[in-house]
């Protein structure tokens, strides 16, 4: 990393995701993987560890808001893949690190699968189950919508190792090589970024080493509580990418479309939303830098993380649903991007867990605080 990654990360956007190719990407995985491979070979995260490193943190967040602002299918692949390689290189042995670092350098993929059918919200209810032998580990259960599962070369899975304690004392953390014996992955038809599939995942029975536990046997919970905390951060920063993109074009296309004899963005209605998302994309951008500063100074702000998702998200889907609006019957229309901003920034309403159980936590917190 350099003191101009930064701009070398939106010129390598504007290369390679012009809105041709974004178009020509939809529904490609191939060209997802090819074009992630592309972006992490640059070296912009050689590693990431919070601590050790806050400046590449930083950076991985300014990279999540200028990505997502082109294409989200490729802020969720980035999004997916380095939250694994922290958790690899934070939490990992030292092999794991060594992936992590491949995952960085674009050279191996992975994805996380926590969730299943009936424990989504309700993570209490996982019934996937590791069970230890004299020689191995054994994975048993069935995973849904773990995202990139089909492409990826290694899944982290949550699972219960301790059946007889709580969650938060008896689940762990496994790297499972997709290719092991015994599972299969069925991926599932989206409304955007098929090119990039969620999968249903089912695990019969598969052997695994027995150094297969990243951070420790029933410390799982730490590790995929810190992955959570740091995957909704890049959350809100693509909700503050996308809407900063969706704001520029409004400018544009408001001050060139003609309605009654004058541009569109001359009507008070008009141009008083685009101040209003101007003041709320900048509002967002705040809380989530705040949120990012604390978490790098070593505190746990619980409060501020969970607080940056939710505004950032609320703020993105009501953004994406004016400029539908604002841009009239052509937002209906595949031609125009709008409807596409629409349709992928949902994904900010259930990634890293709903708002309804962000606000959970934090009504937790608050009542601890005063
Ligand atoms: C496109 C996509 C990609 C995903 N990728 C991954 C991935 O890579 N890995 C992974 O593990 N998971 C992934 N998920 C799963 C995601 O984390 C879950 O969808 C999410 O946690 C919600 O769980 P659920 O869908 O089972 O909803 P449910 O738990 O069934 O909840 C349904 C509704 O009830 C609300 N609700 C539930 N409980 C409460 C409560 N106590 N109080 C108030 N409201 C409540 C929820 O907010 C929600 O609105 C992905 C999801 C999507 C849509």
């Given at each position: 990393m350099t003191a101009n990654s930064s701009n070398e990360i939106k010129d390598w956007c504007t290369t390679h995701l012009t809105e041709k190719i974004i178009r020509k990407i939809d529904n490609d995985q191939t060209s997802v993987v090819r074009s992630y491979k592309d972006f992490a070979g640059n070296?912009?995260?050689e590693s990431l560890n919070i601590f050790e490193d806050p400046e590449t943190f930083r950076l991985l967040i300014e990279a999540g808001k200028i990505v997502s602002g082109y294409s989200s299918a490729i802020s969720n692949i980035i999004g997916v893949n380095y939250v694994c390689a922290m958790m690899l290189t934070t939490f990992g042995n030292d092999h794991q690190k060594e992936i992590g670092k491949k995952v960085l350098t674009g050279d191996i993929l992975t994805c996380f699968s926590l969730t299943e059918h009936d424990a989504g919200s309700d993570i209490q209810n996982i019934k996937t189950t590791a069970t230890q032998t004299d020689t191995d580990w054994v994975l048993h259960g069935r995973k849904y919508l773990s995202t990139g599962a089909v492409v990826s070369d290694y899944i982290l899975v949550v699972a219960r190792t301790s059946t007889d304690k709580p969650l938060n004392k008896g689940m762990s953390l496994f790297l499972v090589?997709?290719?092991?014996?015994?599972i299969e992955i069925f991926p599932l038809e989206k409304?955007?970024?098929?090119?990039?599939a969620s999968c249903e995942i089912n695990f019969d029975s598969v052997r695994l080493s027995?150094?297969?536990?990243?951070?420790?046997?029933?410390?799982g919970w730490g590790v995929i509580a810190f992955a959570g905390a740091v995957e909704r951060l890049m959350i809100a920063a693509s909700c503050v990418g996308l809407s900063l993109t969706i704001l520029k074009y409004l400018n544009e296309y408001t001050g060139q479309r003609i309605v009654q004899g004058r541009p569109?963005?001359?009507?008070q209605l008009i141009n008083h939303q685009l101040v209003d998302m101007t003041i709320k994309i900048k509002a967002a951008d705040l809380l989530l830098t705040n949120a990012v500063e604390l978490l790098i100074s070593g505190k746990t702000p619980t409060l501020e993380i969970c607080g940056a998702k939710v505004f950032a998200s609320e703020m993105q889907q009501e953004i994406s649903l004016a400029a539908m609006k604002i841009i009239g019957?052509?937002?209906?229309?595949?031609?125009?991007p709008v409807e596409r901003w629409l349709r992928e920034g949902l994904l900010s309403l259930y990634a890293g867990g709903t708002n309804e159980l962000q606000k959970n936590i934090m009504a937790r917190h608050l009542q601890k605080k005063f």
């Open positions: 070296g912009w995260f090589p997709r290719e092991a014996g015994g409304i955007a970024t098929n090119e990039y027995q150094d297969s536990i990243i951070g420790g046997q029933d410390l569109l963005y001359e009507i019957g052509r937002g209906y229309l595949k031609e125009y």
